[in-house]
């Protein structure tokens, strides 16, 4: 294991979110590395530090006489036939949308189940040798690889000079199906671009969530779906989405 590939996993060592196998690569690693073991007693400590500080704030009473003067008055209790009226045109209107709602859960949970894959996956990608699969600078390298290992090759575009660098493209999977997943570097921070073929073709705009300390941003444009997986901070990962949007526009308008 690299100095920069334990680096990445110090935190969630630290918050005890690594597996028994990638917890001892990490140690081990820490044991024999003077820097890394420096770094991670820095991390422990403020930790630490920030484990004991009491941040509890003591609301005054004057805000909760604010509050309460705000909320609305109470009102009158409803009659029994108003009650019943308005059971029969609520169960009337929860029958035609019951279906609706619990549709909209079972996706939000499937798409937090998927998410859930994705950040496993930038996971696995960056313990040695499980990064890349086609270790090339140039997209004309990069993207042709992808040809025949999945329905739609994803779109590899250089966006090395707006920072980010390309370093390569590799096979991962997620849902139970291999998908493409393109390589960039922001500075030592790994950026992994996930990308899936789906059937719908509407464009749904970036959305950035947290999950195991790693920022994903994901959306949706031109039937595919794309995540992008990183520890750089969301405003960066934001950045690097819109530079890739810009140029993928630019791509096919061109």
Request: hydrophobic residues 45%; proline residues 4%.
């Amino acid at each position: 294991m690299t100095c920069n590939e334990a680096r990445i996993l110090l935190h969630a060592l630290l918050d005890n979110e690594l597996d028994a196998g990638h917890a001892r690569e990490v140690e081990a690693h820490i044991a024999g590395c003077p820097d890394c073991a420096a770094e991670f007693a820095a991390q422990r400590e403020m930790q630490r530090v920030l484990a004991d500080t009491d941040l509890r704030y003591t609301a005054p009473a004057s805000l909760r006489t604010r509050i309460e003067a705000s909320l609305p008055k109470p009102q009158p209790q409803p009659t029994r036939r108003s009650v019943l009226r308005g059971f029969a045109m609520g169960s009337a209107v929860s029958a035609l949308a019951a279906t609706g709602v619990v549709a909209l859960v079972l996706r939000q949970d499937d798409q937090q189940r998927i998410l859930s894959e994705v950040v496993s996956a930038h996971l696995r990608s960056l313990q040695a040798g499980h990064l890349i699969d086609v270790v090339s600078t140039d997209q004309h390298t990069v993207k042709p690889w992808f040809n025949g290992k999945l329905d739609v090759a994803p779109p590899v575009i250089d966006l090395t000079a707006q920072g980010f660098t390309l370093v390569g493209g590799r096979l991962d999977y997620v849902d139970a199906r291999a998908i493409g997943a393109v390589v960039y570097k922001r500075r030592q921070h790994v950026v992994n671009l996930f990308v899936s073929q789906t059937s719908n073709a509407e464009y749904r705009a970036p959305k950035t969530e947290t999950m195991q300390g790693f920022n994903c941003r994901r959306w949706g444009n031109r039937g595919l779906n794309f995540w992008a997986v990183s520890d750089i901070g969301a405003d960066e990962l934001a950045e690097f989405v819109d530079k890739f949007e810009a140029a993928m526009k630019a791509n096919v308008e061109g």
